[in-house]
């Protein structure tokens, strides 16, 4: 071994210094202890024998463990915070996996919710009465069939037989027929014909048809009525009475023509008609005389004051994009004014993007003090503003809630563009910038529209009073006998319902159809309670020439 290298002791020889130094330390305590134990000894004896009060016996000093106690301390706080960490590590990875299942199994809630097929409650057929509803509009709810305020009654404006044609050649009264149903068993619980009251408070005259020896048809049918025309059937606020709104076609200048055909022209005279539920206690109110001239064509009476007996005529007007006459600007909302007007609540203006509304009930015209543009309507593509825009078009009538005032059109003939967020690149700035300065640009009302048109899917939309769910017929495409795509009427097979707050489907609906049968005019209306939906359609063969089968289809929706 070198001499200037120092040897190093062994581990043998080292862990007999620390028992050599634990023991020492050991008997120094032992020493100190007894020590103090003797010095209050002493001062207890002292005290006793001067009657002093002895002193508390002093504190042991607190000597240091010892190294291997240290080190032993030392090891075991090591491995209680190595098992602390563990525990608070496991506790996090199990609260997050918990964490990461509910937002999985949320996700996957929301991305798959669970459709449901609901069968229809009941059916109503008015053909087996022997009630023709004629003339049902394709754009929005101005409709032959109405619920009443409570949901008890459906109220089914038609026809006895069949339909009369306004046509001077070929046409054949028909009476009116007020009709209504259970809306809890399907059955025909009233039938009224409106036709006299009409005549008489509006001292109609029998149309004068003259045959033409050139023309190769003839009038045929009942020519001793003045043909009348009826649009909607609608429920008093308070549910007592019914409005009947239509026309009388006045025919003039009727030319023969040497192909063996009639020119000639119509001249409207619109009214309304109100009566209770059983026919009793009718009252018409006329609006303005016909124009018997082409080059001044008549337009719908902007309101009726039914307290008054007399109609109101219309503000300035101007013409929107379809070239028909528009009283009232198109707003999101709008409310009733004590002297019959409508306030505009939510105005859109030409070239502005409007926000999207909150989430909450689209309001009843017939019903309400106040009411959006949310009425059912029907949405389709726009050609002219391509692929990603969609146009939704809505006509509804209106009825003050005190009854008085009743308008034929609220509105007038109201639709604007809609247009998907991020779809197909066209941003909604960009679409307001190209708008026709009449047209308006309408938000995406909730997640539910959204959804319907991300799928491209058009057709009837009805929401429901307090807008949380949408209803929608789709439209059927398909090629026509020429090989051409076309619309080829309502897909009432495939009708949904969806959330307006998710986005979700909630539900389907169907109507079966026979073979080769094609839906050529559809409606949806939900009762006021929310809980029930109502599909009105006629249905046909485009094949065969016969008129129409109606369907009248209710369903309870939860």
């Not at 057929?125 to 009630?131: F, V």
């Not at 509803?133 to 305020?149: D, E, H, I």
């Not at 495409?477 to 489907?505: F, K, P, T």
């Not at 929310?530 to 006629?538: E, T, W």
């Amino acid at each position: 071994m070198a001499g200037d290298e120092t040897e190093k002791p062994s581990e043998e020889w080292q862990g007999s210094q620390d028992v050599w130094a634990d023991e020492r330390e050991r008997r120094e305590r032992a020493l100190h202890d007894l020590a103090a134990r003797r010095a209050a000894e002493d001062a207890a004896a002292a005290s006793r024998a001067t009657n002093t009060p002895a002193s508390p016996p002093a504190r042991p000093a607190t000597l240091r463990p010892s190294r291997r106690a240290r080190r032993r301390v030392g090891l075991r706080s090591r491995a209680a915070l190595i098992a602390v960490a563990l525990v608070v590590l496991v506790a996090a990875v199990g609260a997050g996996a918990a964490v990461y299942l509910r937002r999985q199994a949320a996700s996957a809630a929301h991305h798959a919710p669970p459709v449901r097929t609901l069968a229809a409650r009941l059916t109503i057929l008015p053909d087996h009465d022997g009630i023709a509803v004629c003339g049902a509009p394709t754009s929005g709810p101005r409709s032959a069939v109405a619920w009443s305020p409570n949901g008890q009654t459906i109220a089914v404006m038609g026809y006895a037989g069949k339909c009369p044609e306004n046509d001077p050649i070929s046409y054949a009264y028909q009476p009116g027929v007020v009709a209504l149903y259970s809306a809890a068993t399907g059955a025909l619980i009233g039938r009224v014909n409106p036709d006299p009251a009409i005549t008489a408070a509006l001292r109609l005259t029998p149309p004068q048809l003259q045959s033409y020896p050139d023309v190769k048809a003839s009038p045929r049918g009942d020519t001793s009525h003045q043909v009348i025309s009826y649009d909607d059937v609608l429920w008093s606020p308070d549910g007592t009475r019914l409005a009947l709104l239509f026309e009388v076609d006045y025919f003039f200048g009727v030319q023969p023509q040497g192909n063996g055909s009639v020119q000639f022209n119509t001249a409207p005279w619109y009214s309304v008609a109100t009566m209770t539920p059983n026919g009793a206690a009718p009252e018409v109110v006329a609006g303005p005389p016909p124009v018997f001239s082409a080059d001044a064509p008549s337009s719908l009476p902007w309101e009726y004051d039914l307290g008054q007996r007399r109609f109101l005529p219309p503000p300035p007007a101007q013409v929107n994009a379809y070239g028909i006459q528009q009283p009232q600007p198109i707003a999101l909302a709008y409310s009733w004014n004590a002297d019959g007007t409508l306030a505009i609540q939510q105005p859109l203006a030409p070239h502005s993007v409007p926000k999207a509304p909150r989430l909450g009930p689209v309001g009843n015209p017939t019903h309400d003090a106040s009411f959006t543009i949310w009425q059912p309507g029907r949405i389709g593509p726009d050609s002219q503003l391509g692929p990603g825009v969609y146009q939704y078009s809505w006509q509804f009538p209106a009825w003050s809630p005190d009854g008085r005032y009743l308008m034929p059109s609220a509105g007038g003939m109201g639709f604007g563009e809609l247009l998907v967020p991020r779809k197909y690149g066209l941003t909604p700035s960009q679409l307001a910038s190209d708008l026709n300065p009449i047209e308006a640009y309408l938000p995406i009302r909730d997640a539910g529209l959204q959804s319907m048109l991300q799928h491209d899917i058009t057709g009837s939309v009805a929401w429901s009073p307090d807008g949380r769910r949408l209803a929608v017929i789709p439209e059927l495409y398909g090629s026509n006998n020429q090989g051409a795509q076309s619309d080829l009427g309502a897909d009432l097979a495939h009708m949904r319902v969806y959330d307006c707050a998710s986005g979700d489907e909630l539900a389907q609906l169907s109507v079966p159809l026979a073979a080769g049968e094609q839906t050529f005019q559809s409606t949806i209306g939900w009762s006021l309670d929310d809980k029930q939906v109502m599909v009105f359609a006629q249905s046909g063969s485009a094949a065969v020439v016969a008129p129409p089968t109606t369907t009248i289809t209710l369903w309870r929706v939860p």
